[in-house]
């Protein structure tokens, strides 16, 4: 894949703008692995991410802009304040879609609880986790782990947690132990990959099947 690059003072800089990552996006969909940024072009990127972010209209917008944006430089999720948003983005785009789905029966768990929402319906309560991860990438199970101890000790009649991401749910033999260490508590833990309207079906599904 071309990367289009001009000579300037500083360097051969990147001429990619977020309009361009999500054209590319669009055409390649997920060939698209990484893009090797030179010199001052991460930064470049970062700037023009931020701004776009910044300035997105909805929260769908700004996660569009996230998703493509580390999709094609996965480095972007290095900026604090760029992974801050793409967090807060995702979390407020998949809310959206629980209150859809679920109304008033969803509602905020609290901080530090291992957990962002409940979904409560006939005596049952099914923890909802939201990550951005890394498209394309597996998730970390250290990190499910530390959420599935937190969020049973935090909040003990959970009976179940929903752990959702734009990331790959991790190979059979690693997304083991966090699933074990929720059967030894008697409750379950459940991956969704969640993306795009496509995944919210299966999102939904997945959390009727726990109440």
């Not at 930064?43 to 998703?67: G, H, S, Y």
């Not at 999709?71 to 983005?89: D, F, G, L, W």
């Not at 530390?146 to 929903?162: E, G, I, M, S």
């Amino acid at each position: 894949m071309a990367v289009f690059v001009t000579q300037v003072e500083a360097g051969p800089v990147a001429l990619i703008t977020v309009g361009a990552f999500l054209l590319l996006i669009a055409v390649m969909g997920r060939r698209i692995a990484s893009m090797s940024l030179v010199d001052g072009g991460l930064q470049w990127v970062e700037q023009r991410v931020e701004r776009e972010m910044n300035e997105a209209e909805t929260p769908d917008r700004a996660l569009e802009v996230a998703t493509a944006a580390t999709t094609v430089a996965p480095e972007v999720q290095r900026n604090e304040h760029i992974s801050t948003m793409s967090h807060h983005a995702y979390e407020q785009v998949v809310e959206e879609r629980l209150v859809s789905a679920f109304g008033d029966a969803v509602a905020h768990a609290g901080n530090g609880r291992g957990h962002d929402f409940v979904v409560t319906r006939g005596g049952k309560k099914v923890g909802v986790e939201v990550f951005f991860g890394r498209p394309g990438k597996p998730s970390d199970p250290s990190r499910m782990v530390d959420k599935v101890l937190r969020a049973f000790a935090t909040t003990p009649d959970l009976d179940a947690l929903v752990y959702v991401s734009t990331a790959l749910p991790p190979a059979d033999h690693r997304m083991a132990e966090p699933v074990d260490l929720a059967q030894q508590q008697g409750k379950a833990l459940k991956y969704v990959r969640w993306t795009d309207d496509g995944d919210t079906p299966t999102l939904r599904q997945v959390i009727e099947e726990l109440l």
